[in-house]
Each structure stands twice: as C-alpha cells, then as structure tokens.
C-alpha cells in the first residue's frame, strides 16, 4: 500500500490525511557576494555538487562585497536569514567575532595556505594577493611602486574600504608598506584615482571598458582572460614593497535555524568537490591542495605582506581616516 499511498498524495496533495505530515526539503541558505553568485562564478557548480549528496536546497543571497555583508549581518542581527556567510576575510574576522553572531564551525580547515591559519569560527576557503591589473596594450611600462604609481599620470580605480574587501586590502596593504607614511602614500595617489566603486565587479568592469589604466584587483586575475578568453593583453605589476594575501574565510552564523546543515556545508568547502571549482570560477588559489590548471599563474610576488586578523582592526579607523583625508571623502 505504501507505493500506492505515496502516488496518491503527489498526485492529489488536498487529500493529505490528518496526522500525516509530509517531509519539506531543507533549505540552506548562505549569504555571499555578488560575484560568486553570478553565471560564471563558482555558486552554480557548488549548489548543483552539494545538492547532489545534501538532500536539501542551496539558496544563495547576495549583499555587496565581503565588508558590506558583515556590515549588513551586523544590522539584522538574528534575525537574518542567512545560515551561513561566505566572503569575509582576515581583516573582518576580528571584528566579526566580536559581534557575537558566529558559532563555532567544527570543521578541519585545508592546508594550502601560505600561511599556518586555525580559527575555530571562520574556515577559509581559497585566497590570492591583492595586485594592479593593466592592459599591456595600453600600459607599456606601468609602476612598480605606490610612490612611482602616485608620480604616475595614470588613472586608477579602487573599491571603498567601507563596503569591499579588496578595498580595505588596500588600505591593511599600504598599512603594512609604510605605516607612519601612509598618509603620504595616500596623499600621491590622490589625483590619480579616477573613482572608488562600491565593490569588485563595478571596478572592474571600469577598467575593461577602458576607463582606467589600472584596477585594483588580484595577481590571479589575468588568469581569467588567458583561460577563459584567450586573451593575453592583461597583467599584474609586480610591486616592490610586497603584495599584501587575502585569505577568503567562510562561517556559521550562530541564528542559523539548519546549524547541522550548515556545518556539513562547510566541511564541504574543504572537498576537492568545492576546491576544484576555485581556481577557474573565482578566479583565486585554492584553500586546499589542487592541480592549477595550465597556464593560471605567470609567478608569484616574492614578497608577502599580512597583518593578524587583531592588528588589521586595530589599524582600521586609523587607516580610514588616512584614506579620507587624501581623498577628501
């Protein structure tokens, strides 16, 4: 009776039987940036993998860039309906731990970062260093320095610190360059930012279209136009001083109505499942050990800059006010 039962319920749902409750799928929501979510970001492929083995729905949701979500999380509170956030990173995580909205992932963090990293609330996922991108066809001989940039008559584009991970990158990378001389950094590359866009993609796009000479982006994003387009005009300037990393972290929110579910996505992040769709997707290093495809990185900087998820908060406000004094914002 049992085939039979289940056929009539799918067919005729209003001849439900009192006492008989019918199972819903679990939904699992995960809030990211835009990016990641996009056509040809890696959200479709994960959804589609861990929906394979979850037995449950992967929904993503999207608030603006990495900065921009805790800034939105920190508004909603629990009573967001995010189960977990993907997108934040180092220079978040000591102030995203401070809210008291996270909870405690239980996961075994990958072992491909360049750094030794263990955090009990926020599991990192991939990473990459921050770097300037250019069109070789238009930028023959492009700085290698912020001072030999701030001499530069080109035209830049940069991401609010406020809103966007790579723009608060800037601000801990020319932090961890020059410290006391920041503001100078600043001051020198005041008239050579075009303008500073809410987030990554709106950069970007910029500098495609021609509008800038160079993007603030990552050393791993002219893997994309050689991969992806064939095109091999774009490329990332090495600078002296040093690049600084970003280490891209994911973690559970503690409100999260689905906590097991959660922690099972999380783990997935460490699969080769969720690793193997990084490099080509997100356009970054894996976080856990895997063949890069062909051709995906040129070299690497030799130098590597990095401050602790506590001393990039306590460097933030100060950082800030630098970049607004120089850019009269």
């Known amino acids: 009776m049992r085939p039979f039962l289940a056929a009539c319920f799918l067919t005729l749902p209003s001849l439900a039987l009192p006492g008989l409750a019918v199972a819903e799928t679990p939904v699992l929501t995960v809030m990211t940036y835009d990016s990641f979510t996009s056509e040809w970001g890696p959200g479709p492929a994960i959804e589609k993998a861990f929906e394979e083995h979850c037995g449950c729905d992967l929904r993503f949701i999207t608030g603006g860039d990495g900065a921009a979500l805790l800034a939105r999380?920190?508004?909603?509170?629990?009573?967001?309906?995010?189960?977990?956030?993907?997108?934040?990173?180092?220079?978040?995580?000591?102030?995203?731990?401070?809210?008291?909205?996270?909870?405690?992932?239980?996961?075994?963090?990958?072992?491909?970062?360049?750094?030794?990293?263990?955090?009990?609330?926020?599991?990192?996922?991939?990473?990459?260093?921050?770097?300037?991108?250019?069109?070789?066809?238009?930028?023959?001989?492009p700085p290698e320095d912020f001072r030999a940039l701030?001499?530069?008559?080109?035209?830049?584009?940069?991401?609010?610190?406020?809103?966007?991970?790579?723009?608060?990158?800037?601000?801990?990378?020319?932090?961890?360059?020059?410290?006391?001389?920041?503001?100078?950094?600043?001051?020198?590359?005041?008239?050579?930012?075009?303008?500073?866009?809410?987030?990554?993609?709106?950069?970007?796009?910029?500098?495609?279209?021609?509008?800038?000479?160079?993007?603030?982006?990552?050393?791993?994003s002219p893997a994309?136009?050689?991969?992806?387009?064939?095109?091999?005009?774009?490329?990332?300037?090495e600078f002296a001083e040093g690049h600084y990393l970003q280490i891209e972290v994911a973690g559970l929110l503690a409100s999260s109505k689905q906590p097991e579910l959660a922690r099972e996505f999380l783990t997935f992040t460490q699969s080769p499942a969720f690793q193997s769709v990084i490099p080509e997707t997100n356009w970054m290093y894996p976080a856990a050990s895997q063949t890069l495809p062909e051709g995906f990185e040129t070299h690497r900087p030799a130098k590597s800059l990095l401050l602790g998820a506590d001393e990039a908060l306590e460097a933030r406000a100060t950082a800030l006010t630098e970049w607004q004094a120089a850019l009269g914002r």
């Open 73 to 141: 999380l920190q508004l909603e509170g629990a009573s967001s309906e995010a189960d977990i956030v993907l997108g934040l990173d180092t220079n978040l995580t000591a102030q995203a731990q401070a809210s008291g909205l996270f909870a405690p992932h239980g996961a075994d963090p990958a072992t491909a970062l360049p750094i030794p990293y263990q955090d009990p609330l926020f599991l990192p996922y991939d990473w990459g260093w921050f770097a300037f991108v250019y069109d070789k066809t238009r930028t023959a001989m």
């Open 150 to 220: 701030g001499d530069s008559d080109l035209k830049i584009v940069i991401q609010d610190p406020r809103s966007s991970t790579p723009g608060l990158g800037l601000l801990m990378w020319v932090k961890a360059a020059y410290g006391d001389q920041a503001p100078d950094i600043w001051a020198g590359l005041s008239d050579n930012i075009l303008t500073v866009t809410p987030g990554w993609s709106e950069a970007y796009g910029l500098f495609l279209e021609g509008e800038a000479d160079m993007v603030l982006s990552y050393s791993t």
């Open 224 to 237: 994309y136009h050689r991969l992806a387009e064939q095109d091999d005009s774009k490329d990332w300037v």
